[in-house]
């Protein structure tokens, strides 16, 4: 169970999708063993930017086994994650909603913050 697990929530947008994959290479890049994937059906506009930029969709995953490492990214509401969750070492969480039901006996690194996009408008 070394590998690394990165996945955002069920209804897997754009931004959840890419942020897998972008932090799964991140990973990489700093020597860890890690990989993108989605909790669910991709929708019209993320299928549409994977073809456009060549990349392969994420595999889908269901559910986690007791103490698998996992990163989540753009989620961490039990009830938006994979099964099991709650069993799983936690080791990241990458996110820019409120912070809910993050349950974990250890300490973790999280990071959140609003994200400026290109208007007058936070999200």
Sequence with gaps: MDKILVFGHKNPDTDSVTSAIVMAE?????????????????????KYVLNYLHMEQPELL??????????????????????????????KVVDHHRICDILTAEPLYYRAEPVRMYSNYFI
Excluded at 35 to 46: D, H, M, P, S
């Design 26 to 46: 991140f990973e990489k890049k700093l020597g860890n063993d890690a990989k993108a994937y989605v909790l669910g059906k991709l929708n019209k506009e993320t």
């Design 62 to 91: 269901e559910s986690v086994e007791d103490g698998q490492k996992v990163i989540l990214v753009d989620h961490n509401e039990i009830k938006q994650s994979v099964e099991n969750r709650e069993n799983a070492k936690i080791l």
